[in-house]
């Protein structure tokens, strides 16, 4: 509710009605829905990020967007996930 001039309390013109709320919770669902089917077939994703934690853990910099910046642009990097997925295909 918005409190308009005297004390007046009125509609807050930001609020959704319901219809909106539940489109919204719809598109929220969705969208969690068609992002965990991308990560499902992505697994370079899961590789990059558990890589990135893995090794920031290890070497715990004090400038970690430095560090981050070192990590994903190492031309190794590619190479070294493709080599994981097969390792990983292998063992499945």
């Given at each position: 509710m918005e409190t308009r001039g005297h004390g007046i309390v009125g509609p807050?013109?930001?609020?959704?009605?319901?219809?909106?709320?539940?489109?919204?919770?719809?598109?929220?669902?969705?969208t969690r829905i068609a992002n965990e089917k991308y990560l499902r077939t992505h697994k370079e994703v899961s590789l990059l990020i558990s890589g990135f934690f893995r090794e920031m853990f290890l070497k715990r910099p004090d400038n970690i967007l430095e560090f981050a910046a070192h990590y994903f642009t190492d031309p190794r990097l590619p190479n070294r996930i493709h080599m994981q997925l097969i390792k990983e295909k292998k063992g499945t």
């Open positions: 807050d013109p930001g609020t959704l009605n319901p219809e909106q709320l539940e489109q919204l919770r719809d598109f929220k669902i969705q």
